[in-house]
């Protein structure tokens, strides 16, 4: 009699909302020590996530970041790669925006605009990415330490080119100058006025549609082309993919060069969407953050989508949190969406055994 298969949902579903659901819980007992009461915390920091139209706006805001973030950690490891460098890739992705718009913004109308600077952030954090994919490939470095590592050299790249050439004069903080207006993103709520409906000021912008199309893209690529057939081989099995005639280094290229894109695509959100300027630490760790929105979402588009709203709503309603009670300090907001990724990566196989018992054991009959 052969073992009956745990059912898909259980999986993609059920065992990373329990995950989720202890790691709410041991928040609440971190709360109850500093002597706080847990519901009216969670009542507080669900309204600042989803209670009023700012609140959305700041939640989705965040959750554009994560989404791009935890796609090219996801499209990495179908591959077998666990990219680390994100955060880096992002920041060098951000340069690539910052520098069209810098270069084209009073020469060029907005419809040029962006497509030059969705093409610069993908080839800038792509090229950040070709250099640890290629000394992976080729010369057999670790891909993680080569990551991280890269992640410290773009901060002290960004650093030395804001300070020395970049910013604006006169200006003490390093910044560039401003953009015109034609190399701005629409804020959403303009957008949502243009068709006739009110929706409060908040920094969502048009890069949030483009996160959507990404996953997209993405779902058709790994699931629907041949491209994505070969990563998927490369990922579960490295030597039957050559058996297969598959050239693994190349797929190891190509695999980061898209994860380096679509990390790069963080700096339309906060360059060119809100701050309209190049500033230095703008990635502010979504390139690490979306390696847990990566393992919460299973590695496919919709959940990833799913992980980085709720992400995005506990660094929103987190601030509320905070705002409203005193007590429970920005630090102890940390330590909640610390004890998500904790339960949703690291302690995601603690009750996975059990679960999935319980769906396979045999029948009465």
Do not use: D, N
């Given at each position: 009699m052969s073992q009956p298969k745990v059912p898909v949902w259980v999986n993609l579903a059920l065992i990373p909302f329990i995950n989720i659901t202890l790691a709410f819980l041991v928040s609440a007992l971190v709360i109850l020590a500093i002597g706080e009461n847990p519901i009216e915390a969670a009542g507080y920091l669900v309204y600042g996530a989803f209670g009023y139209e700012e609140g959305i706006g700041y939640t989705l805001y965040y959750a554009t970041n994560l989404i791009f973030t935890g796609l090219a950690v996801s499209i990495a490891f179908k591959a077998g790669i666990f990219n680390i460098g994100g955060e880096g890739q992002a920041y060098i992705g951000g340069l690539g925006v910052g520098l069209v718009c810098l270069a084209v913004d009073q020469t060029m109308p907005f419809y040029i605009i962006l497509p030059l600077?969705?093409?610069g952030g993908a080839v800038f954090g792509a090229a950040w990415a070709y250099i640890p994919a290629y000394l992976s490939a080729r010369r057999g470095s670790h891909v993680v330490i080569t990551t991280i590592m890269f992640n410290f050299i773009a901060s002290s790249l960004m650093v030395y080119l804001l300070v020395n050439w970049l910013k604006q004069e006169g200006r003490m903080s390093p910044n560039s100058r401003t953009f015109e207006e034609s190399a701005w993103l629409p804020y959403m709520h303009e957008m949502l006025a243009a068709i006739g409906i009110n929706f409060e000021q908040s920094p969502l912008n048009a890069s949030f549609l483009w996160a959507l199309i990404c996953c997209v893209l993405i779902w058709g690529l790994?699931?629907?082309?041949?491209?994505?057939?070969q990563l998927r081989t490369v990922g579960t099995s490295a030597t039957a993919a050559v058996y297969a005639g598959i050239d693994n280094g190349k797929v190891t290229i190509w695999v980061m060069l898209i994860s380096g894109a679509l990390a790069g695509f963080v700096g339309l959100n906060e360059i060119m969407g809100v701050h309209h300027s190049l500033l230095l630490n703008f990635t502010a760790g979504f390139g690490f953050a979306g390696i847990a929105v990566s393992l919460m979402g299973r590695n496919h588009p919709v959940g990833i989508i799913l992980a980085a709203i709720l992400f995005g709503?506990?660094?929103?309603?987190?601030?509320?949190l905070a705002f409203e009670i005193p007590s429970i300090t920005p630090e102890i907001v940390v330590v909640i969406q610390g004890l998500v990724i904790l339960f949703s990566g690291a302690l995601e196989h603690?009750?996975?055994d059990r679960v999935e018992a319980?769906?396979?054991?045999?029948?009465?009959?």
């Open positions: 600077a969705i093409i790994v699931w629907h082309t041949r491209w994505g057939y709503a506990l660094y929103q309603g987190g601030s509320e603690m009750c996975k319980f769906f396979t054991r045999p029948s009465a009959a």
